[in-house]
């Protein structure tokens, strides 16, 4: 059970939250408990569903940054984030098990993903403070410096997301599944 207020329906969430809602449900055909949670504060949702959009919109592929929020949900041992990436990433970015379980441990069987989650995961464990050769590394791979720029962006986006749903203790409503352990 949730600790915090988890709306069961979109109408009873705040009036001001209502129309953002309502455009998840039409993008997702459901609105997931993360969404009615968040909701309680119309404000940090327009947040969230705003910062998501704008980076639905960089250079980063849907597969990579699907990836590099499985890599961030099990370095932060977060279930519920780590059960919905594993659903929309087998669904939506068609990844393969064996592709997800690398990207669960920061690692990636495409090399030019590799090195993004090795870079995401460096950023999550020491707070943002990475060295030069983790930089020179993740360019090295062929990304430009708006591209590391959004992967510092979807790490920031889905550290939130894990920390709301540890604090929230959010039930889980996606096939579940348990971090192995913080990485």
Same mark, same amino acid.
């Given at each position: 059970?949730?600790?915090?207020?988890?709306?069961? $329906?979109?109408? +009873? $969430?705040?009036? +001001? *939250?209502?129309?953002?809602? =309502?455009?998840?449900?039409? &993008?997702? /055909?459901?609105?997931?408990?993360?969404?009615?949670?968040? #909701?309680?504060?119309?404000?940090?949702? =327009? /947040?969230?569903?705003?910062?998501? /959009?704008?980076?639905?919109?960089?250079?980063?592929? *849907?597969?990579?940054?699907?990836?590099? *929020?499985?890599?961030?949900? =099990?370095?932060?041992?977060? %279930?519920?984030?780590?059960?919905?990436?594993?659903?929309?990433?087998?669904?939506? *970015?068609?990844?393969? %098990?064996?592709?997800? $379980? #690398?990207?669960?441990?920061?690692?990636?069987?495409?090399?030019?993903?590799? +090195?993004?989650?090795?870079?995401?995961?460096?950023?999550?464990?020491?707070?943002?403070?990475?060295?030069?050769?983790?930089? #020179? #590394?993740?360019? +090295?791979?062929?990304?430009?410096?708006? &591209?590391?720029? =959004?992967?510092? &962006?979807?790490?920031?986006?889905?550290?939130?997301?894990?920390?709301?749903?540890?604090?929230?203790?959010?039930?889980?409503?996606?096939?579940?599944?348990?971090?192995?352990?913080?990485?």
């Amino acid at each position: 059970m949730s600790r915090l207020f988890t709306p069961a $329906t979109i109408e +009873a $969430t705040p009036t +001001a *939250a209502h129309a953002s809602l =309502e455009a998840v449900k039409k &993008q997702l /055909g459901v609105v997931p408990n993360l969404f009615r949670l968040v #909701a309680n504060s119309p404000a940090a949702l =327009e /947040g969230y569903l705003g910062l998501s /959009g704008a980076l639905g919109k960089g250079t980063l592929p *849907a597969q990579t940054r699907e990836r590099i *929020a499985l890599a961030v949900a =099990e370095t932060n041992a977060c %279930d519920y984030c780590l059960s919905a990436h594993t659903y929309l990433a087998k669904n939506l *970015a068609k990844l393969d %098990d064996a592709e997800i $379980t #690398a990207n669960r441990s920061g690692a990636s069987n495409d090399p030019k993903a590799d +090195a993004a989650l090795h870079f995401a995961v460096k950023v999550v464990r020491a707070r943002g403070h990475v060295s030069d050769d983790d930089v #020179a #590394a993740v360019k +090295a791979a062929g990304y430009d410096d708006a &591209q590391v720029i =959004e992967i510092v &962006q979807h790490v920031a986006l889905n550290t939130w997301t894990n920390y709301i749903n540890s604090v929230a203790q959010t039930e889980i409503d996606f096939p579940v599944v348990h971090a192995r352990k913080a990485m």
